[in-house]
Each structure stands twice: as structure tokens, then as C-alpha cells.
């Protein structure tokens, strides 16, 4: 299934602007004697419409690299593009901005435990009203149904199971269409068929939308969905394999772009 094990690089330069574009990222946390560098050089470009797979030991930096992506840290020390706009030395009020095309899907749920699952969506959809006749509270209803909790619309948090209350963190971030889903082990908590319920769901919109998915996953299960795996181990990315051909896994519509490693 793997095709490479080096960095893979493609001739034709992209057409499109990527939607992350990281150059020389370095982090560390800490001063002075508690300086630890936890991400060293890091390089890298993603193209839209693709399902990558980030993986790597424990402490190795993939929630470190994720939210400086998702703009929720200051970026120290080289560049890092999102959808276009270097994030680095970015006012705050921008950086709101930008988190606004990001869906996040992280393993701590965070639901409101006031608000019925379909009222949680609607966080979402209020935040951000969107075009159209559909209404915020029927996309809610119809984004939890595609996850499965359609008689679970009206429950709150505490009436439903663990891997429930993922799915609707998962609806909450997938409402809006974001242009970039950042997700860290979106599936840690689902039974195996709700894990893949969830990561197809994820593939159709990449697919059909050209949403961007960057997705740490230690879950054997679902790698099959990833166009590409890379592998981040001790803060360097250690590897990076193109999995799907893109061009035979795309129909073309809304999607013309591929995913390149420097
Ligand atoms: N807020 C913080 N302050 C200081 N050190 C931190 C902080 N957050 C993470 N670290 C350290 O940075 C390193 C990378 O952490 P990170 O959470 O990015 O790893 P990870 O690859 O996501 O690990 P896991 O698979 O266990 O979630 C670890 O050594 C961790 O202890
Ligand atoms: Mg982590």
C-alpha cells in the first residue's frame, strides 16, 4: 500500500496556493532552563482536498505542530501559511479570522453540557451564519443524522456514551464546511464502526469539497482513508508517503490540486 519510504517529490510545480505552508518551523516551549525544543525544521506543504495522516510516538510534537497549524499558538521561529496568509507575527484579531475556515475535532470534546446535542452544532452555525434556505438548526439536524445520532438530536452531553459525544464534537466541526479540518484523534474514543462511519464521512467531504484534512491518528484502522501519512518522530518529520495516486482517486470536480513534500 506504502509506495515510498523517502520524501516524495513531485516535478510540476501546483497550480494552486497551498492550504498550509510550513517553511523552517521551529518551537519550543519553556525559557531559560526549561527551554525544550519540541519541533525542529519542519517543511512542508499540503495541497486542498487531501486526507493526511499524521503519526508519530508519544511527545513526538503532533499536537504541538497541530495547533500552531490551527493558529491557537505564536509562531516562533519560521514561516507558516494557512489558506494563503502567514500566520507568524499575526495580530490576534486576524488569527480569529483565520480560525473561522478551520473546523477542529480535538479528543477532549469540549461540549457545552447545558446544551442538547443539536444545540451544540448550533454554536457553530451561529457563529458563523451561512448562505442558503437551510436553516442553522435543520444543518445541525442534518449533520448529526450523517454521523448517526439522529434520535440523538435533543439529548445533552450526559445522556450519551463517549463516542456519542465525540460525534457531535465532530458534527460541531464539520457544520460550517470548513476549508481545513485539523483533527487530533478524532476517532481515540469511537467502536470501530463509528470510527469509520466518522473518517468516511470525512473522505466524501474532502473529496466532494476540497476540504483539507490534516488528521493525527495512532488508529491502525483508518490509515487506509489517508492520501498521505507522515511520520514526525522526536519534533523531524522522519518521513512522508503518498499513499492514493491523486489523480485516480479524484473525479476532478472542485478538486485540481496535489499534496507536495519539499
Ligand atoms: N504546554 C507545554 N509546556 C511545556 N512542554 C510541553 C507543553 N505541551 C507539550 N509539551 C512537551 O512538548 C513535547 C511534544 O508534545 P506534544 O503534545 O506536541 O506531543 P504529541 O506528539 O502530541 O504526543 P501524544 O501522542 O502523547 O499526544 C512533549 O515532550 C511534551 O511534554
Ligand atoms: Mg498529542
Given at each position: 500500500?506504502?509506495?515510498?519510504?523517502?520524501?516524495?517529490?513531485?516535478s510540476?510545480p501546483?497550480?494552486v496556493?497551498?492550504?498550509?505552508?510550513?517553511?523552517?518551523?521551529?518551537?519550543?516551549?519553556?525559557?531559560g532552563?526549561?527551554?525544550?525544543?519540541?519541533?525542529?525544521?519542519?517543511?512542508?506543504?499540503?495541497?486542498?482536498?487531501?486526507?493526511?495522516?499524521?503519526?508519530?510516538?508519544?511527545?513526538?510534537?503532533?499536537?504541538?505542530?497541530?495547533?500552531?497549524?490551527?493558529?491557537?499558538?505564536?509562531?516562533?521561529?519560521?514561516?507558516?501559511?494557512?489558506?494563503?496568509?502567514?500566520?507568524?507575527?499575526?495580530?490576534?484579531?486576524?488569527?480569529?479570522?483565520?480560525?473561522?475556515?478551520?473546523?477542529?475535532?480535538?479528543?477532549?470534546?469540549n461540549?457545552?453540557?447545558?446544551?442538547?446535542?443539536?444545540?451544540?452544532?448550533?454554536?457553530?452555525?451561529?457563529?458563523?451564519?451561512?448562505?442558503?434556505?437551510?436553516?442553522?438548526?435543520?444543518?445541525?439536524?442534518?449533520?448529526?443524522?450523517?454521523?448517526?445520532?439522529?434520535?440523538?438530536?435533543?439529548?445533552?452531553?450526559?445522556?450519551?456514551?463517549?463516542?456519542?459525544?465525540?460525534?457531535?464534537?465532530?458534527?460541531?466541526?464539520?457544520?460550517?464546511?470548513?476549508?481545513?479540518?485539523?483533527a487530533?484523534?478524532?476517532?481515540?474514543?469511537?467502536?470501530?464502526?463509528?470510527?469509520r462511519?466518522?473518517?468516511?464521512?470525512m473522505?466524501?467531504?474532502?473529496?466532494?469539497?476540497?476540504?483539507?484534512?490534516?488528521?493525527v491518528?495512532?488508529?491502525?484502522?483508518?490509515?487506509?482513508?489517508?492520501?498521505?501519512?507522515?511520520?514526525?518522530?522526536?519534533?523531524?518529520?522522519?518521513?512522508?508517503?503518498?499513499?492514493?495516486?491523486?489523480?485516480?482517486?479524484h473525479?476532478?470536480?472542485?478538486?485540481?490540486?496535489?499534496?507536495?513534500?519539499?
Amino acid at each position: 500500500m506504502i509506495t515510498s519510504s523517502a520524501p516524495t517529490s513531485l516535478s510540476l510545480p501546483p497550480q494552486v496556493e497551498p492550504s498550509i505552508q510550513i517553511r523552517n518551523l521551529n518551537f519550543h516551549y519553556g525559557e531559560g532552563d526549561l527551554f525544550k525544543q519540541v519541533l525542529f525544521d519542519i517543511n512542508l506543504e499540503i495541497y486542498s482536498g487531501q486526507i493526511v495522516i499524521l503519526t508519530g510516538p508519544s511527545g513526538s510534537g503532533k499536537t504541538t505542530l497541530l495547533t500552531l497549524i490551527g493558529a491557537l499558538r505564536t509562531i516562533q521561529d519560521g514561516s507558516l501559511q494557512i489558506l494563503g496568509q502567514e500566520l507568524k507575527g499575526l495580530a490576534p484579531k486576524k488569527l480569529v479570522q483565520i480560525r473561522k475556515n478551520i473546523g477542529f475535532i480535538f479528543q477532549a470534546h469540549n461540549l457545552f453540557y447545558s446544551l442538547t446535542a443539536r444545540q451544540n452544532v448550533m454554536m457553530s452555525t451561529d457563529l458563523y451564519p451561512n448562505s442558503g434556505s437551510v436553516t442553522p438548526k435543520n444543518k445541525a439536524a442534518d449533520i448529526l443524522a450523517q454521523l448517526g445520532l439522529a434520535d440523538r438530536v435533543d439529548y445533552k452531553p450526559h445522556a450519551l456514551s463517549g463516542g456519542q459525544k465525540q460525534r457531535v464534537a465532530i458534527a460541531r466541526a464539520l457544520v460550517n464546511r470548513p476549508n481545513l479540518i485539523l483533527a487530533d484523534e478524532p476517532t481515540a474514543a469511537l467502536d470501530k464502526k463509528s470510527g469509520r462511519d466518522v473518517v468516511t464521512l470525512m473522505q466524501k467531504m474532502a473529496r466532494e469539497e476540497g476540504i483539507t484534512i490534516l488528521m493525527v491518528t495512532h488508529d491502525n484502522r483508518i490509515l487506509d482513508v489517508a492520501d498521505r501519512i507522515i511520520n514526525l518522530v522526536d519534533g523531524n518529520l522522519e518521513s512522508d508517503n503518498i499513499i492514493n495516486d491523486f489523480s485516480a482517486s479524484h473525479d476532478g470536480s472542485g478538486v485540481d490540486s496535489r499534496t507536495f513534500m519539499l
